[in-house]
């Protein structure tokens, strides 16, 4: 049997962090996931999924990500149900998550510890600089003109 699932999307708000009596850090949070066509008025629709994570990765998502930021999470589906204060039973359908990504930085001006770095040029200087090759003293020396190379 497989019940697994990845999903993308955006927090509807900022995650709680909680703990249970044996001190084990939860956080519930929900995501809208668009959906891949438009409604009947023409707008792009979203489903709303609940999703909770466990422990480390709990005290993570607390942390790192707020109401809009984009997550890609990984993990299975749990159904469950209650009776509600009314008496009434009221069923549940949560991602139980294994993997939560966080797929953009925090905005600027926040303390998110991310700083991009600029892209490093390689080119044939800087590469020869950075790594010095140690030139074998048996290898036979050939000389090939540039014409001759293939590529």
Known sequence: ??????????????PELRY???NIAYTRFTIAVNRTFSGPSG???????QCVTWRRQAENVARFVKKG???GVE???????????DGKRV????????????LEPKGE????GYE????????????????????????PRIDVSEDDLPF
């Open 91 to 102: 069923y549940t359908t949560d991602i139980v998550c294994d993997s939560v990504q966080f």
């Open 116 to 139: 991009p770095q600029p892209p490093r040029e390689y080119n044939r200087q800087s590469y020869q600089d950075d790594e010095p090759v140690e030139k074998r003293q048996d290898t």
């Open 109 to 112: 001006g926040e303390d998110s």
């Open 43 to 49: 707008e792009r629709e979203a489903d709303f999924i």
């Open 69 to 71: 930021s984009l997550v």
């Open 75 to 85: 993990g299975r589906i749990q159904t469950g149900s209650y009776d509600d204060k």
């Open 20 to 22: 249970t009596s044996g």
């Open 1 to 14: 049997m497989i019940n697994r699932c990845v999903l993308v999307g955006r927090l509807t708000r900022d």
